[in-house]
Structures are given as structure tokens and as C-alpha cells.
């Protein structure tokens, strides 16, 4: 099987590098200098040219609050270019995993977890960009898996984890909001997840929405202090603040904790527990 990974520098597209790296399938590396996805012709020339079989999406435009200011840019690559690769695997009775997130349910005032059924609505750029991708996918029929997470982390790129860690060793004191409560996701994971599928021949009948997280439920407070704990910190004093003193853009989920069951089901894959996958990050960044 040939396998296109487009936006492999972010950190879920490093972490499936790794897990790959001794694949019996065939993968292709992509990012923007080597395959622009807003091209259509360019998008489907690769998958031609490479007898492209599955490609696993992890491109985005993920800048939360820039995105209220540059919806076009966002939409471009949330959707629009997910439409050119849900188009181009159509085209070829190919597959598509692609990513989504739990910005799509920003505005359900939720105190359970959110199952794939509940319906989307999303309360800024980025949650409606990347539901609009959602939609077009479904809207191309081609065979697809579209995988919801949250709160991705890793040790690449930026992300809160690696912020956290960089003020807990230079502020005596960080106030953290603890009324936006979810599930931290490890890229690890997530990305060996997906490579566990595709090596064991596990989607073909499944296709479908799926929600993926790590195990567990927190508020980002409660993760700052957890970051803190495991990585021997002890000189910030880490304070509980209400969401409103960091004055934003756009309206984040209060409560966004996505329900796992049918993935764990239908897939019988294990999901770590989100302060073991904690530790592995910070052991890899050497906490």
C-alpha cells in the first residue's frame, strides 16, 4: 500500500514518521514545500504519479484566535484542500484519514462527554473551517476515516505543553484557567493508533467518524500543575484563574471531553491514560 502523509512536520505528521519508519507499506513525506493540498492538479498529479492508495491528513491551520482575523487563510486549508483530497481519493476509490477536533461542538453547553452523533456547532473560524472539511469529505463519498482529538501535544512544534514547561522555569508565578475542562492527546498516540490501523488492516468496513483522546478528563489548570509535578518544578507557583481574564477572540469550549466508546469498540485498541502519555513526552524531552 502507498501511503501519502501530508503536513508531516507538525506533530502528529513527525509522530507518524517515527511509527512508520519500518512499515511494510510504502509512505510519502509531504509537507508544503514538497505538495501544496490547496493545488488541486498538484494533489491529484501526486496521487497519480504515486499510486496513492490511503492518505493520512495532518495539515492544518490550527492557530485558534488568528483564525477569527484570517478565516479565508483557515478555511483554505481546512476545508477547501480537504475537499481536493477527499476529491482526488474518491477519484481513485482511495482512502482519507483526516483529523478533526473538539472545536466542532464550541457552542453545545455540554456536561457529558460528546459522542460522534451529537450535533456540531461550533463557536469560532477554526471550529467552523474544520467542520466545513468534515462536511466535504462526507460530501465526496470517498472511503474515509475522520478521527475528532483535543488538546494535542508533543514534543514538537508548539504546544501547551512545551509552553507550560518553558513559564514554569522562568515566572515564580502563571495563572492558568480551570473552567475549560477536556482531555489532553498525546500525538504519540493518536499517531500510533492510526498505524496500528493501517498496518493490521483494521478500516476497511469501518469506515466512518470516530472520536480519539488519551483516557481521562482535566481542566488546563489541572494539566499545568500535572506538567509541574511530573517534571520536578517547584519554583512557579501555579494559580486557577477563570477563562475571562484571558480576554479572547473567540469562545472556547467549557467543556469538551469527547467519548471514546466507539473508536475503543469497533477498533479494540487500548488508549493510554492522559498523565501516563505525559510522562513518556516528558521523558522523551528529557523531564
Known amino acids: 500500500m502507498n501511503i501519502l502523509v501530508t503536513g508531516s512536520n507538525g506533530q502528529l505528521g513527525k509522530h507518524i514518521q517515527l511509527c512508520s519508519a519500518k512499515s511494510r507499506h510504502t509512505y510519502f513525506y509531504t509537507d508544503i514545500d514538497q505538495l501544496d493540498i ?3 492538479s498538484a494533489v491529484q498529479l501526486f496521487i497519480r504519479n504515486h499510486n496513492i492508495d490511503t492518505v493520512v491528513n495532518c495539515a492544518a491551520y490550527t492557530n485558534v484566535d488568528k483564525a477569527e482575523s484570517e478565516e479565508p487563510a483557515a478555511d483554505l486549508l481546512n476545508h477547501i484542500a480537504v475537499r481536493y483530497l477527499s476529491e ?3 477519484a481513485v476509490n482511495g482512502l482519507l484519514i483526516h483529523f478533526s477536533t473538539d472545536y466542532v461542538f464550541g457552542g453545545n453547553k455540554n456536561n457529558t462527554p460528546c459522542t460522534e452523533n451529537e450535533p456540531a456547532n461550533p463557536t469560532g473560524a477554526y471550529g467552523r473551517t474544520k467542520l466545513a472539511g468534515e462536511q466535504a469529505i462526507i460530501k465526496s463519498k470517498c472511503r474515509h476515516l475522520i478521527i475528532r482529538t483535543s488538546w494535542l501535544y508533543s514534543e514538537f512544534g508548539k504546544n501547551f505543553c512545551k509552553t507550560m514547561l518553558t513559564l514554569l ?3 515564580p508565578t502563571i495563572n492558568v484557567v480551570f473552567d475549560q475542562v477536556g482531555t489532553p492527546t498525546y500525538a504519540g498516540d493518536l ?4 498505524y496500528t490501523l493501517l498496518e493490521q488492516d483494521l478500516i476497511p468496513g469501518k469506515e466512518g467518524l470516530y472520536h480519539y483522546s488519551n483516557e481521562g478528563v482535566c481542566s488546563w489548570f489541572d494539566f499545568s500543575k500535572e506538567i509541574a509535578r511530573q ?3 517547584n519554583s ?3 494559580k486557577p484563574c477563570h477563562s475571562v481574564e484571558f480576554p479572547s477572540p473567540v469562545s472556547r469550549p467549557n467543556y469538551s471531553v469527547l467519548d471514546k466508546t466507539k473508536f475503543k469498540n469497533i477498533f479494540g485498541i487500548n488508549i493510554p491514560y492522559w498523565t501516563d502519555s505525559l510522562a513518556v513526552c516528558l521523558s522523551n524531552l528529557n523531564y
Do not use: H, Q
Open 38 to 40: 490547496t493545488n488541486l
Open 236 to 238: 512557579c507557583d501555579i
Open 88 to 90: 482526488a481519493m474518491a
Open 169 to 171: 522555569n522562568s515566572k
Open 231 to 233: 517534571s520536578g518544578i
Open 191 to 194: 499517531a500510533a493508533a492510526v
